[in-house]
């Protein structure tokens, strides 16, 4: 196999695409609503892409073994059609990103797109009741777009700039002259994190201008509070035991 293999499956006509990167990261974050598009609205897949930067591993589903790859998708949503990407692994280097990313912006204006929302998580530390979600862009008009959406702009944060796919996505992008930005929900950064997807999803709906179901992810978000909730008890339980030991000693 050569160091990128792109199987081309369709090619749609799309109206004014937009591309969100959705791949796995703090949280799952990005994923999530990735998926979740992908689940609600009329979706195409338009290509697969393998690669040798790719973990040297096959993905099982029901029984059958399938090549790690990213997929992209064409997307029909009210406001404007998307071109979603998406899959479960990021590059194992750093030339792969960089040179991995330089193909999906090629595949994305290739396709007619012309701007780009990267999804991602940022991680707290703890858990969390409140979702936030924090901006990055690459010109100031669409950093404007987003304070108006309730996107937070917060100084020096994330901590450490923007790693892997999405932040390659709005640096690789802006050389291109292609407006980008990334949308990172606050999140935990210990669990996947259905809330936080949510609310990064809430804003892009806002953004881009389309309406989506959240049933699906309300219930995948009941799921995970079951999972803290379980965490939490047994975090209060080893400290009473602790405390006991304490006394007895």
Same mark, same amino acid.
């Given at each position: 196999?050569? +160091?990128?293999?792109? &199987?081309?499956?369709?090619?749609? $006509?799309? !109206?004014?695409?937009? #591309?969100? =990167?959705? %791949?796995?990261?703090?949280?799952?974050?990005?994923?999530?609503?990735?998926?979740?598009?992908?689940?609600?609205?009329?979706?195409?897949?338009?290509?697969?892409?393998?690669?040798?930067?790719?973990?040297?591993?096959?993905?099982?589903?029901?029984?059958?073994?399938?090549?790690?790859?990213?997929?992209?998708?064409?997307?029909?949503?009210?406001?404007?059609?998307?071109?979603?990407?998406?899959?479960?692994?990021?590059?194992?280097?750093?030339?792969?990103?960089?040179?991995?990313?330089?193909?999906?912006?090629?595949?994305?204006?290739?396709?007619?797109?012309?701007?780009?929302?990267?999804?991602?998580?940022?991680?707290?530390? +703890?858990?969390?009741? &409140?979702?936030?979600?924090?901006? $990055?862009? !690459?010109?100031?008009? #669409?950093? =404007?777009? %987003?304070?108006?959406?309730?996107?937070?702009?917060?100084?020096?944060?994330?901590?450490?700039?923007?790693?892997?796919?999405?932040?390659?996505?709005?640096?690789?992008?802006?050389?291109?002259?292609?407006?980008?930005?990334?949308?990172?929900?606050?999140?935990?950064?210990?669990?996947?994190?259905?809330?936080?997807?949510?609310?990064?999803?809430?804003?892009?709906?806002?953004?881009?201008?389309?309406?989506?179901?959240?049933?699906?992810?309300?219930?995948?978000?009941?799921?995970?509070?079951?999972?803290?909730?379980?965490?939490?008890?047994?975090?209060?339980?080893?400290?009473?035991?602790?405390?006991?030991?304490?006394?007895?000693?």
């Amino acid at each position: 196999m050569d +160091e990128f293999d792109v &199987e081309t499956l369709a090619e749609p $006509a799309l !109206t004014d695409p937009v #591309l969100v =990167e959705g %791949l796995p990261g703090v949280g799952h974050v990005g994923k999530l609503v990735a998926e979740h598009l992908l689940e609600e609205l009329d979706s195409e897949l338009v290509a697969r892409v393998y690669s040798e930067h790719f973990p040297p591993q096959v993905n099982i589903e029901d029984g059958r073994a399938k090549l790690a790859s990213a997929e992209l998708h064409a997307v029909e949503a009210d406001g404007r059609d998307l071109l979603v990407l998406t899959g479960d692994h990021q590059a194992q280097d750093a030339a792969g990103h960089y040179r991995m990313t330089d193909l999906f912006l090629d595949l994305a204006t290739d396709h007619g797109a012309e701007r780009l929302f990267a999804l991602g998580g940022v991680p707290t530390g +703890e858990l969390i009741d &409140e979702y936030g979600v924090i901006g $990055a862009a !690459t010109t100031d008009d #669409l950093a =404007e777009e %987003l304070e108006a959406d309730g996107v937070e702009f917060r100084e020096g944060e994330p901590a450490g700039g923007i790693v892997g796919v999405s932040g390659l996505l709005l640096g690789l992008g802006e050389r291109r002259d292609l407006p980008a930005a990334c949308l990172m929900g606050e999140t935990s950064g210990y669990l996947v994190d259905p809330k936080s997807a949510r609310a990064v999803l809430e804003v892009l709906e806002e953004l881009v201008g389309f309406e989506v179901g959240f049933e699906s992810l309300e219930e995948r978000a009941d799921e995970m509070e079951e999972v803290v909730q379980k965490i939490q008890q047994m975090e209060q339980g080893q400290q009473a035991t602790d405390d006991d030991l304490r006394y007895i000693g």
